[in-house]
Nanobody
Framework: QMKLLESGGGSVQAGGSLRLSCLAS????????MAWFRQRPGEEREGVAS??????????TYADSVKGRFTVSANYRNKTLLLQMNGLKPDDDAIYYC????????????????????WGQGTQVTVSS
């Protein structure tokens, strides 16, 4: 059973940067998919970025709203998933969740929340204008 633990959230002014980390424990398959989701109050949880657990750059997908600002990476050996967030906007204010599943990422699509079996507890990102 995989467990996920996020860290790195916090408060920042618009235009600032934060880096989120997710540490996985237990069995992690290199063929699996890891992703970041976020959820604003009163809204559905949405996919932000996904990458194969092996860290293959060709497997990366971003939501349109974060393209060019966020960078996702994965280190299979260290079982870590990172999200570098630059140029943060008030719209990025949300709880960010690390998610994973045992099969690979889809091509060009992060996929809905229901496709991910494993979840972290979430970390708050607050962006002030």
């Amino acid at each position: 059973q995989m467990k996920l633990l996020e860290s790195g959230g916090g408060s920042v002014q618009a235009g600032g940067s934060l880096r989120l980390s997710c540490l996985a424990s237990g069995v992690v398959y290199s063929t699996g998919c890891m992703a970041w989701f976020r959820q604003r109050p009163g809204e559905e949880r949405e996919g932000v970025a996904s990458i194969d657990a092996s860290g293959t750059r060709g497997s990366i997908t971003y939501a349109d709203s974060v393209k060019g600002r966020f960078t996702v990476s994965a280190n299979y050996r260290n079982k870590t998933l990172l999200l570098q967030m630059n140029g943060l906007k008030p719209d990025d204010d949300a709880i960010y969740y690390c998610a994973a599943r045992d099969y690979g990422c889809g091509s060009g699509s992060i996929g809905p929340r229901s496709e991910f079996r494993y979840w972290g507890q979430g970390t708050q990102v607050t962006v002030s204008s």
